[in-house]
C-alpha cells in the first residue's frame, strides 16, 4: 500500500519560513518523479514544484520560483519542500505527489497526471 505523508505544515508570520517534509513508503521512492501542489480555500489545487527521481532537475512554478525549493533524500524515501519568505498568499493546503518516472530527466506539472497523493498539510501564513 503506498503512502505519502506529509509534515511540518503550521501557523507562521509573513516573511518567515517552513520546511515540509513529504514520506513515502509502499513504493521505490528513488523511480518517481515527486511534485508539490497547494491548494486556497476556494481556490483549484495549483502546480508548486517538480523535482525528477535523481533530484538533478527541479521545476517551479512562478509565484514561488526563487523563494520555495524542492528537494529529496532517496536514501530517506522523503520529499521535501523549503519555502522562505512566505507572504499570505502561500496560505493553503500543501500536496505531496508521485509519478513514476520512466527516465532520469522526468518530471511532471500536470497533477492529472500523478498517481499518488498525500493527505496534505495545512500551511498558514498570517499578515
Known amino acids: 500500500q503506498v503512502q505519502l505523508i506529509e509534515s511540518g505544515g503550521g501557523l507562521v508570520q509573513a516573511g518567515g519560513s517552513l520546511r515540509l517534509s513529504c514520506a513515502a513508503s509502499g513504493l521505490t521512492f528513488s523511480m518517481y518523479a515527486m511534485g508539490w501542489f497547494r491548494q486556497a480555500p476556494g481556490k483549484e489545487r495549483e502546480f508548486v514544484a517538480a523535482?525528477?527521481?535523481?533530484?538533478?532537475?527541479?521545476r517551479y512554478a512562478d509565484s514561488v520560483k526563487g523563494r520555495f525549493t524542492i528537494s529529496r533524500d532517496n536514501a530517506k524515501n522523503t520529499l521535501y519542500l523549503q519555502m522562505n519568505s512566505l507572504n499570505p498568499e502561500d496560505t493553503a493546503v500543501y500536496y505531496c505527489?508521485?509519478?513514476?518516472?520512466?527516465?532520469?530527466?522526468?518530471?511532471?506539472?500536470?497533477?492529472?497526471?500523478?498517481?499518488?497523493w498525500g493527505q496534505g498539510t495545512q500551511v498558514t501564513v498570517s499578515s
Open positions: 505527489a508521485a509519478d513514476r518516472a520512466w527516465s532520469d530527466g522526468y518530471y511532471q506539472v500536470r497533477e492529472d497526471v500523478y498517481e499518488y
Open positions: 523535482i525528477t527521481r535523481t533530484g538533478s532537475y527541479t
